[in-house]
T-cell receptor
Framework: AQRVTQPEKLLSVFKGAPVELKCNYSYSGSPELFWYVQYSRQRLQLLLR??SRESIKGFTADLNKGETSFHLKKPFAQEEDSAMYYCALPDQAGTALIFGKGTTLSVSS | DGGITQSPKYLFRKEGQNVTLSCEQN?????MYWYRQDPGQGLRLIYY???????QKGDIAEGYSVSREKKESFPLTVTSAQKNPTAFYLCASSMGGGQTNEKLFFGSGTQLSVL
């Protein structure tokens, strides 16, 4: 069955430090993976998706099929990056997204 | 701030009472979803609808019911059978067409608490 695992509940880093938010998945076939972000007092929103191969707000994520991972990375964290981050992929039917349990990123100065 | 609107922002339920959470979108999206967000549990799918007059159960549908009579609206009823209803409920929509590579647009959520 499709599953998304985010092993860290909380990740605390200092401003300017590199950030890596981990996401591992189980999926039969070629997955389409997403990162969603929820800033304080804002709506949950799409940050980036695998298929677009984009960099948003300095974040990138590479799909590693061998390790079944889609880790989110940023070389230099900013305080405004503090938020809850969710990794997601489609369910078996391909009609809805399954989300991980989320990782809270806290960036302090 | 249009797009997808959830109401009310806060809702209280008494024992044995059914309550309905509203979700309306003006994005002309075919697909709509209901998720439940609990601390440490992430988002769990309750129900979803890919098209008007059709909907499917998600992972935690027990104790909930939905309807999709209009494209714009996807209300969620939390019935008295749901024994642990206290949670933050999120509604989302996407263009649909049966594809999940579409971006989800989320509402601002409804916090449901039990009195």
């Amino acid at each position: 069955a499709q599953r998304v695992t985010q092993p860290e509940k909380l990740l605390s880093v200092f401003k300017g430090a590199p950030v890596e938010l981990k996401c591992n998945y189980s999926y039969s076939g070629s997955p389409e993976l997403f990162w969603y972000v929820q800033y304080s007092r804002q709506r949950l929103q799409l940050l980036l998706r695998h298929i677009s191969r984009e960099s948003i707000k300095g974040f990138t994520a590479d799909l590693n099929k061998g390790e079944t991972s889609f880790h989110l990375k940023k070389p230099f964290a900013q305080e405004e990056d503090s938020a809850m981050y969710y990794c997601a992929l489609p369910d078996q039917a391909g009609t809805a997204l399954i989300f991980g349990k989320g990782t809270t990123l806290s960036v302090s100065s | 701030d249009g797009g997808i609107t959830q109401s009310p922002k806060y809702l209280f339920r008494k024992e044995g009472q059914n309550v309905t959470l509203s979700c309306e979108q003006n994005l002309n999206h075919d697909a709509m979803y209901w998720y439940r967000q609990d601390p440490g549990q992430g988002l769990r799918l309750i129900y979803y609808s890919q098209i008007v007059n059709d909907f499917q159960k998600g992972d935690i549908a027990e104790g909930y019911s939905v309807s999709r009579e209009k494209k714009e609206s996807f209300p969620l009823t939390v019935t008295s059978a749901q024994k642990n209803p206290t949670a933050f409920y999120l509604c989302a929509s996407s263009m649909g067409g049966g594809q999940t590579n579409e971006k989800l647009f989320f509402g601002s959520g409804t916090q449901l608490s039990v009195l």
